[in-house]
Every structure is written in structure tokens, then in C-alpha cells.
Nanobody
């Protein structure tokens, strides 16, 4: 079970970045892939997730309308397109995989069993 996040970097406020999460094939079948972030001194928070079963997507209120999650099953990859970035979006971003089940909360870290390493996103002028 492997997840590998990439695509972080330094961007100016208002700019865009696209992060990628490469996953093992069986993870994408019957799982949800989520993106989380953790800023210095803060708890890890859910940003977005996508369910492999029906493509349902979920977003934190803080990123709605700015971030878009998508998946390319042929490439076993989930993307997080981040637009209109703000300094408060600065954090280490992680992708994770969760088994879908009753009461699933896609933005709750406790649901996720598998985690990739983080990729740093810095929004600064």
C-alpha cells in the first residue's frame, strides 16, 4: 500500500498549484482518497476527498470554489488543483486512503488508514 504526494512549491498569493497523489491500483478500487494539510502549530485538517465508487467529492469550507479534486484512474493518480491561493493555505499537504463505509466522513483523518509523505505548499510574496 503506497501513496506518493508531489507538486508542492512556492507560489505567490493568487497563484495556482496542482498536487498529485500516485496510488497503488487496488487503493483506487473501493477507497476514498483524501487530501489533508497541516500548518505549523496547527492540527491536521481535511481539505478534500474523492470516492472511487461514484466520484463523489467533498471540500472543506475554507477551500470551496478554489480547490478542485479529480482522479485519473488510468494513471492511478488523484490531483488537487489549487487556485487563488492564500497565505493561510501554507502547509504540508498529505494524501491518504480510506476504506469507504457507513457514516464515512471524508474530511476526518481518523477514517484514513494509509498515508503518503507530505509535500510543502508555501504561499508567500
Amino acid at each position: 500500500v503506497q501513496l506518493q504526494a508531489s507538486g508542492g512549491g512556492l507560489v505567490q498569493p493568487g497563484g495556482s498549484l496542482r498536487s498529485s497523489c500516485a496510488a497503488s491500483r487496488f487503493i483506487l478500487d473501493g477507497y476514498a482518497i483524501g487530501w489533508f494539510r497541516q500548518a505549523p502549530g496547527k492540527e491536521r485538517e481535511g481539505v478534500s476527498c474523492i470516492a472511487s465508487t461514484d466520484g463523489s467529492t467533498y471540500y472543506a469550507d475554507s477551500v470551496k470554489g478554489r480547490f478542485t479534486i479529480s482522479s485519473d484512474n488510468a494513471k492511478n493518480t488523484v490531483y488537487l488543483q489549487m487556485n487563488s491561493l492564500k497565505p493561510e493555505d501554507t502547509a504540508v499537504y498529505y494524501c491518504a486512503a480510506a476504506n469507504l463505509g457507513p457514516g464515512f466522513n471524508g474530511l476526518a483523518p481518523s477514517w484514513y488508514n494509509y498515508w503518503g509523505q507530505g509535500t510543502l505548499v508555501t504561499v508567500s510574496s
